[in-house]
């Protein structure tokens, strides 16, 4: 389970690192993610950005993000746990938050 999560983790970040102005904070080692939406912004863009595509994220149901504070800045914490988390669910969750975030920059 551990080693399924693991790669769950790291084919989420895959997907969210291919995506224009989505920054992976950290390297993907384990079961866990740090993201930023609106690489390139101003620092205070990326937080309103970052907590926007949460709210969404959130909204939508298919996947859980929380929000977090790291260096200063806001962050979306993915961490990959649930039992039945395997990489077509990897997939399907990624596919969500950078569906989020594009609802996102589309309005802001």
Same mark, same amino acid.
Request: aromatic share 4%; charged share 25%; net charge negative.
């Given at each position: 389970m551990v080693d399924r999560h693991c790669r769950a983790a790291a084919i989420v970040a895959a997907r969210?690192? &291919?995506e224009p102005a989505i920054e992976v904070m950290n390297d993907v080692e384990?079961?866990?993610?740090?993201?930023?939406? /609106? +690489? /390139?912004?101003t620092p205070e863009r990326g937080d309103r950005l %970052?907590?926007? %595509?949460?709210?969404?994220?959130?909204? !939508? /149901?298919t996947c859980f993000a929380g929000g977090a504070k790291w260096r200063g800045r806001q962050v979306m914490r993915i961490s990959?746990? &649930?039992?039945? %988390? !395997? *990489? +077509? *669910? +990897? !997939?399907? &969750?990624? +596919? &969500?938050?950078i569906d989020a975030w594009h609802r996102v920059r589309r309005v802001s």
């Open positions: 969210l690192r &291919a384990l079961n866990q993610i740090v993201v930023r939406f /609106g +690489a /390139g912004e %970052t907590q926007d %595509t949460i709210a969404r994220i959130q909204s !939508d /149901g990959v746990i &649930a039992w039945l %988390t !395997d *990489e +077509a *669910e +990897a !997939d399907k &969750a990624a +596919a &969500a938050m």
